[in-house]
């Protein structure tokens, strides 16, 4: 809870904040506004990921300060752990020897931090931290602001998703007036591609499909693909969203091959659509428009029941796909 939050912050110096493997604009955002947040209150803070800041984010006030580390090197008083579904998305073995504080706004997160606070009202982790800063009394910065920003940003889907609600716009607005300039966050994230994620993503759409409805469309990347393209997996961050752009489409499947019989599925809809209990079935989780699983299984099979899935949440029975 908030409270516990607040208390352990204002009683403890030594702090660590981590996100999932392959960060993205709210675990990113929000966890470097909270490190700004922190070192304001003078407290001793370090930024650890397993994976590199994807260089769209270059842009936020303190990416350039983050630990890439294969695991904890410290024994910190707590360790902040941002949108993450358990202790074990950071990557970060050790983690679990830490005291953590869970902070979280999906639905479907299971508790698991010694102190778990999870918001499933909030667009994003970043209207949480933008919260806990008034509560703390920390002065929105610049460099705070410009994080937060960015964490809304991206898990509204530019504002775009169903999450987006009028505290969330709220939010966004102050932050602009404490000195954001949303068309240089924009070309960062979204003008700033490489060659070769344009020709990744020209690829993998030339092969969308969709079943008899034409309600639920899917895609599907390969390692061989990526590597024609000459991409990495960060390249191929958002093309889920460009299958759910089709005016029928109501829900969309990214599988995106891992390993051999190994991949990492991303789930899209639109509306009431609620794709997060199909994720869910999966061992996965996320929003209702927004969710994602990882699955070992035979390509065709996984993809069969993944589509039915699909199917049944859009409120139709399975059709041939």
Same mark, same amino acid.
């Given at each position: 809870?908030?409270?516990? %939050?607040?208390?352990?912050?204002?009683?403890?110096?030594?702090?660590?904040? =981590?996100?999932?493997? &392959?960060?993205?604009?709210?675990?990113?955002?929000?966890?470097? @506004?909270?490190?700004?947040?922190?070192?304001?209150?003078?407290?001793?803070?370090?930024?650890?990921?397993?994976? /590199?800041?994807?260089?769209?984010?270059?842009?936020?006030?303190?990416?350039?300060?983050?630990? %890439?580390?294969?695991?904890?090197?410290?024994?910190?008083? @707590?360790?902040?752990?941002?949108?993450?579904?358990? %202790?074990?998305?950071?990557?970060?073995?050790?983690?679990?020897?830490?005291?953590?504080?869970?902070?979280?706004?999906?639905? =479907?997160?299971?508790?698991?931090?010694?102190?778990?606070?999870?918001?499933? =009202?909030?667009?994003? +982790?970043?209207?949480?931290?933008?919260?806990?800063?008034?509560?703390?009394?920390?002065?929105?910065?610049?460099?705070?602001?410009?994080?937060?920003? =960015?964490?809304?940003? #991206?898990?509204?889907?530019?504002?775009?998703?169903?999450? #987006?609600?009028?505290? #969330?716009?709220?939010?966004?607005?102050?932050?602009?007036?404490?000195? +954001?300039?949303? @068309? &240089?966050?924009?070309?960062?994230?979204?003008?700033?591609?490489?060659?070769? &994620?344009?020709?990744?993503?020209?690829? %993998?759409?030339?092969?969308?499909?969709?079943?008899?409805?034409? /309600?639920? @469309?899917?895609?599907?990347?390969?390692?061989?693909?990526? !590597?024609?393209?000459?991409?990495?997996? !960060?390249?191929?961050?958002?093309?889920?969203?460009?299958?759910?752009?089709?005016?029928?489409?109501?829900?969309?499947?990214?599988?995106?091959?891992?390993?051999?019989? +190994?991949?990492?599925?991303?789930?899209?809809?639109?509306?009431?659509?609620?794709?997060?209990?199909?994720?869910?079935?999966?061992?996965?989780?996320?929003?209702?428009?927004?969710?994602?699983?990882?699955?070992?299984?035979?390509?065709?099979?996984? /993809? /069969? &029941?993944?589509?039915?899935?699909?199917?049944?949440?859009?409120?139709?029975?399975?059709?041939?796909?």
């Amino acid at each position: 809870m908030l409270s516990q %939050v607040i208390e352990l912050i204002e009683q403890k110096h030594f702090f660590m904040i =981590t996100s999932h493997i &392959r960060p993205d604009g709210d675990g990113l955002g929000s966890g470097l @506004a909270l490190y700004w947040i922190l070192r304001r209150l003078g407290k001793n803070v370090n930024v650890v990921l397993r994976d /590199r800041v994807p260089p769209g984010y270059y842009v936020l006030p303190g990416a350039d300060e983050v630990l %890439v580390q294969p695991d904890v090197a410290e024994n910190y008083d @707590a360790a902040f752990v941002i949108e993450c579904s358990d %202790v074990e998305r950071p990557g970060l073995a050790s983690l679990k020897d830490q005291f953590v504080v869970n902070i979280d706004h999906h639905s =479907t997160t299971i508790p698991f931090g010694d102190i778990n606070w999870i918001d499933s =009202t909030a667009a994003a +982790v970043g209207e949480m931290v933008y919260n806990l800063s008034k509560a703390l009394g920390v002065e929105v910065t610049k460099e705070i602001a410009e994080c937060l920003y =960015t964490a809304l940003l #991206t898990d509204t889907g530019s504002f775009h998703f169903s999450n #987006t609600t009028e505290r #969330t716009l709220k939010i966004a607005s102050e932050l602009v007036r404490r000195g +954001v300039e949303p @068309a &240089r966050i924009s070309q960062a994230l979204y003008y700033s591609y490489p060659f070769s &994620r344009i020709k990744l993503l020209g690829m %993998v759409l030339s092969k969308i499909e969709r079943d008899e409805s034409g /309600r639920v @469309a899917w895609v599907m990347m390969d390692r061989d693909t990526m !590597e024609e393209a000459g991409a990495s997996e !960060e390249d191929s961050d958002g093309i889920v969203n460009h299958a759910l752009s089709i005016d029928e489409v109501e829900a969309v499947a990214f599988f995106k091959e891992l390993l051999p019989g +190994v991949y990492r599925v991303s789930l899209r809809s639109k509306g009431k659509c609620n794709v997060a209990r199909v994720a869910e079935q999966f061992g996965g989780g996320g929003h209702r428009n927004a969710a994602g699983c990882r699955i070992e299984d035979d390509f065709e099979e996984m /993809r /069969r &029941r993944v589509i039915e899935g699909l199917q049944q949440a859009v409120g139709m029975a399975p059709v041939s796909a």
